[in-house]
């Protein structure tokens, strides 16, 4: 929300940040990512300032335009350095910039793109992520992917701060409401709450009020503007963080983001019930710098230091208005289509998620608001959004954007750009035209069996007729690429989590064509009944992502990851993959088939596998992930490892023997960074707990084996290793 008003919150007057800039202007170690709009570097506030592009779906520069203007300005709340128009407050540290909005497109950031930024920026080293924006929600719930990547930041020490969201209502958006998040709401000078900004119960544990109005920062086409929102609010939180973060470095400390959240949360201030009786509507309370400093470095009391913001006047037009000086606004009462002055995009677009209830085709209405304790059904500076499922918007000055982007320039592939996923084959036409095409090449088909018709058939026998071609029936698409795979090349080939595609492979280099006939061959054995041998249930994909999306026929846009060589490529049936593995374990050990562990280890191999299928299910894109996809496809580690686990056991308080392999049963699945790896090689322990549901005094039993996934193809190291450890 832009906003008009003749007060601009000062920022370096925000009671307690001037003494904290007093130690610290931020430590340069300390990395805050973020996921927002494109940003404009070159801006003047930017110059000295340590920030990093990370690559992502959105490869387009910084423009003008509504998601450059988000991105830029949350960026310079964080990053503007001292001496230029826009005095962030963690300028000394390091920035990570991933893009996540386009403006290039209409439409919404997907939880599973948010997920996929979100394990990105912790790959590149983030301390703290910045999201202003989200998704309104009925409760908690999200993207089993985005949970998994906001679990992925608090098991590795990375702190999600995101914006509550500007809906005005008892609500909650994701990520926000996410556990170990910490929420950020939006307040005035006077330290009340916005009626705007969002007060879900979940908040009430994990959100904190901040600076909301009038806060000034860099507009992407140059110069300043003023907003309001709890996406502005937002990154005075992170920027608050990262410098607490930098005194923990400074006092020889290792950065706590979790705990510097757990003083903030403690630390903050209530609000007094004679100034607002609906006292939920602050959340856990305000922000209180000095408490949460006395918290972080004495682990004392919470220092109470109330003190009103100070306010700048206004220039006389502080906002920088678009091309136009117009922007598009929906009336909430007629539906026209008006145009209205509009110093710059409003801060209030996720709102109108809150009350739009048409698809993408149908126009919106929306909920916005003028002051901040008002809302209306038509302030001059709104914009309105549509709104589609599972979609992440920004919580500031617009609707997220989505769309087709122009492919970038490939990258020098570090290791944070491989892909070993695990999943089903798909393809795709991406438009009609494409799709209609292959209608034209491919042959008439027999009604019995789908065969192609020769073109020297004279008559079909009785009962048997020519049917039309249908491109999207696999096993026509099959039989027609068997004698022309270089038509490969003209599907977009799709790797799939159940239904929803998640890559889009492109073969590459000197062994493409060997990658596509190895991808016809996957398609030809998913299309076989269960029942036959050939029958092909799992797919594993090994990678390197490019940076560039490939929009389908659906309007989905995917990530495409380039395959180079079929190495890593395979294609398997569950039970196959686990006859095989006994069948070497049979050897191997000089075990019969109808041994008791043989028995046990199917058991437990399909227990394994339909774990990290299932539960355990992910992107293939951190290492950790990567290294528990490569264990689901070399599952004769685990199998080797397992064998002896299942050994023999005198049973406790008696003289006889009994054989774990009656009761022991996979309990976890555990991955650590691991202590012993080769030089420049990412390794990581895979740790499988055992436990036997029948004998709660037997002690549980750890299976570890270690996995380098450094290389596009990776590889175990060494022999499994076995212990016992207490139940």
Same mark, same amino acid.
């Given at each position: ?330 009336? %909430?009462? *007629?539906?026209?289509? +008006? ?7 409003? =801060?209030? #677009?996720?709102? @109108?998620?809150? $009350? ?29 959004? %549509?709104? *589609?499922?599972?979609? +992440? ?7 997220? =954007?989505? #769309?087709?982007? @122009?492919?970038? $320039? ?318």
């Amino acid at each position: 929300m832009a906003d008009t008003q003749t007060n601009v919150i000062n920022i370096s007057k925000i009671p307690g940040l001037d003494k904290l800039w007093s130690e610290t202007k931020g430590d340069s170690q300390i990395c805050v990512a973020i996921l927002d709009g494109p940003v404009n570097q070159s801006h003047p506030c930017f110059d000295g300032a340590k920030l990093t592009r990370v690559q992502s779906m959105i490869s387009e520069t910084a423009s003008t335009r509504l998601m450059s203007s988000h991105g830029t300005h949350i960026t310079s709340i964080i990053f503007g350095q001292p001496s230029s128009e826009v005095r962030g407050i963690a300028s000394a540290c390091r920035g990570l910039i991933v893009p996540v909005f386009s403006d290039a497109r209409r439409g919404s950031l997907s939880q599973l793109d948010l997920a996929r930024a979100i394990n990105q920026a912790v790959e590149q080293g983030a301390h703290v992520i910045n999201i202003s924006g989200g998704q309104l929600v009925q409760a908690t719930e999200a993207d089993p992917m985005l949970a998994k990547a906001v679990k992925f930041c608090n098991d590795n020490g990375v702190l999600i701060v995101a914006a509550a969201g500007n809906d005005g209502c008892q609500c909650l958006h994701v990520p926000a409401a996410l556990p170990s998040v910490l929420a950020v709401g939006a307040m005035n000078a006077q330290g009340l709450p916005f009626d705007f900004s969002n007060w879900g119960e979940t908040y009430q544990t994990q959100g904190i009020l901040a600076p909301g109005k009038n806060i000034q920062g860099a507009e992407s086409g140059g110069g300043t503007a003023l907003k309001s929102g709890t996406s502005f609010a937002t990154p005075i939180i992170s920027g608050i963080v990262a410098l607490l973060l930098s005194v923990q470095m400074q006092r020889g400390e290792k950065p706590d983001p979790q705990a510097v959240r757990k003083a903030l949360l403690k630390s903050a201030l209530p609000c007094q019930p004679e100034t607002i009786p609906e006292k939920h509507r602050c959340l856990a309370g305000r922000l209180n710098i000095p408490g949460a400093y006395a918290l972080i470095t004495q682990g004392g009391q919470t220092v109470v230091f109330e003190e009103k913001l100070a306010t700048l006047p206004s220039e006389a037009n502080p906002l920088n208005q678009n091309e136009s000086g117009v922007f598009p606004l929906l009336s %909430s009462e *007629t539906n026209d289509l +008006i145009e209205q002055p509009a110093p710059h995009p409003s =801060a209030v #677009g996720v709102q @109108a998620a809150a $009350v739009a209830t048409t698809s993408e085709s149908s126009p919106p209405t929306t909920l916005t608001l003028t002051s901040e304790n008002t809302m209306t059904d038509m302030p001059s500076n709104a914009v309105a959004l %549509s709104v *589609t499922p599972s979609n +992440i918007q920004p919580s500031g000055n617009c609707g997220c =954007a989505g #769309g087709q982007v @122009a492919p970038s $320039v490939q990258p020098s592939y570090p290791n944070q750009s491989l892909i070993y996923a695990i999943g089903t084959l798909g393809y795709d036409f991406g438009t009609e035209a494409r799709r209609d095409t292959f209608k034209q090449l491919m042959p008439l088909v027999r009604s019995d069996n789908l065969e192609p018709i020769l073109p020297e058939t004279t008559s079909l026998p009785n009962g048997v007729f020519a049917i039309p071609p249908n491109p999207y029936d696999a096993r026509q698409m099959r039989n027609y690429l068997e004698n022309n795979l270089s038509e490969s090349k003209s599907l977009i080939w799709t790797l799939n989590l159940e239904l929803t595609p998640i890559y889009a492979i492109e073969p590459q280099g000197s062994f493409a064509f060997q990658v596509y006939e190895l991808l016809r061959e996957f398609l030809a054995g998913q299309i076989l009944d269960a029942s036959e041998a050939e029958y092909i249930e799992r797919i594993s994909i090994p990678g390197i992502s490019t940076g560039r999306t490939v929009r389908l026929f659906s309007g989905q846009v995917v990530p495409i990851i380039e395959v180079t060589n079929t190495r890593g490529m395979y294609g398997w049936k569950v039970n196959n993959l686990i006859e095989s593995v006994l069948a070497a374990v049979v050897s191997n050990e000089n075990l019969r088939q109808n041994d008791e562990r043989i028995l046990k280890i199917r058991y437990s191999l399909e227990n394994f596998l339909q774990r990290i299928y299932y539960d355990l299910r992910n992107l293939g894109q951190t290492s950790q992930e990567r290294a528990l996809n490569y264990s689901a496809t070399n599952a004769f580690q685990y199998a080797s490892g397992l064998i002896n686990v299942l050994r023999d056991q005198r049973r406790p308080r008696t003289g006889t023997n009994t054989p774990q392999a009656e009761t022991m049963q996979l309990d976890s699945i555990e991955l650590e960074k691991s202590p012993f790896c080769r030089m420049d090689s990412d390794c990581w322990d895979i740790k499988l707990k055992f436990f036997d549901p029948e004998n709660n005094e037997r002690a549980k039993k750890v299976l570890r084996y270690t996995v380098d996934v450094s290389d596009i193809m990776p590889v175990t190291l060494g022999e499994p290793k076995i212990w016992d450890v207490a139940y």
